[in-house]
């Protein structure tokens, strides 16, 4: 059974990138090159490269040309809320951050739990989706914890893997048998780590800043606690677990060692997760209100060290987009989250690889290909004959993230009003250009 994504057709791209610095730690390639796509493929990588008639050109000195970027953890919000987002919206998000293909979560209205639901989104993808799109199903039914899905079903249908996002595993003997019927589908489950006791009604990291504010804290145990559970079920049943969104030091410690034990665990990391910190939440943006919560910098540098050793295997963004009047309420009150598809390769570019904090060539694999692995989908390649998903990208570039400047139906971004570094100018996804920023 091949994992799917879905998209809309259209001819493929005929163009020439001229001049720009292309980057691909899987091809073994960083210099400045011609990059010519014909019908959709990478035709030739050369200098000096003639536009043929009829291929458009793109002038890109000083530019950046990345293997497109792969997202394993999206809320698409549809079905069921699409005032929030939509595929067409969260498809023109996910091209203007360079992404070239994104999985949704199941936890929508209803739920992604039976094979009906997941085929209506695929025929909507099909039909209105510029960017490739997949989909994880629940792990249970209504993400109530209670009954297994039809998981064959579900994975003969297409889906990437299962996953309760949204809410925590209710139950070890659950996350059990959906790890032995993992093993035979070939796909994995994606949990979201949290003890519900420990996570009380908490709005924010525990410590000294949620002190200072007086605001109830969620502990870094309420993740690590339940990464332990997580841990012990996959080891004793090898089944393939992929953590979503770690926060938290000890969480990492514990997956270090299910590493060294040889388990078949991925993990993912968040943009604002590894860029931000508790101490931003003093300004009680509740675009600044995740789940789990920003973290003390301590944390967060211990998740850039996991990112760059590999031990974190990708970044997803979590892109959760939430209506106005989710958000425009005192923190306390407002929902979890913010959105990410945009932001993501800007704010990780100005505040990881600009600082010299992390190599580019990491920052690529841990957005694009490491995670396409973990997906099962081809993984993106500069090199020719490949299908051209790839990424333009301004690195000098600076911007102000604008409500009015954002493709997503949402605007809860943590960075909005911020000054980022690096712009995605031009996306090509399965072969079709779907951004360009002087369309
Ligand atoms: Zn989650
Ligand atoms: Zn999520």
Known sequence: MTVRTWCRGGAGADVLIRGARAVDPLAGLDQVVDVLVRKGRIAEI???IEAPARVGLVEAEGKLLLPGFVDLHTHLRTPGREDEEDLVTASAAAAAGGYVAVFGMANTEPAVDSAPVLEG?????AARSTVPTGFFAAMSKDLAGKQLTEMHELAEAGAVGFSDDGVPVRSAQLLRRALQYVKVTDRFVAVHAQDDSLM????MHEGAVSAKLGLAGIPAIA?????VRALEVARYEHGRLHLCHLSTTLALEHLARARDLGLPVTAEATPHHLTLTDECVTTLDPNLKMNPPLRPDADRRALVEALRSGLVDCVATDHAPHAEQEKEVPFEAAT?????????FAALYGALVASGQLALDVLVTRMSQAPARIAGLPVPSIAVGEQADLCLVDGAARWVV????LHSKSTNSAW????LQGRVTLTVAAGRVAFDDRA
Do not use: K, N
């Open 336 to 344: 979890f989250g913010t959105t990410g598809l945009e932001t993501a």
């Open 121 to 125: 989104l695929t025929r909507e993808a």
């Open 46 to 48: 050369a200098d000096g």
């Open 223 to 227: 993740e690590s606690a339940d990464v």
């Open 402 to 405: 604008e409500a009015g400047g």
């Open 200 to 203: 009380g009604a908490g709005v």
């Open 416 to 419: 909005l009003g911020q000054s």
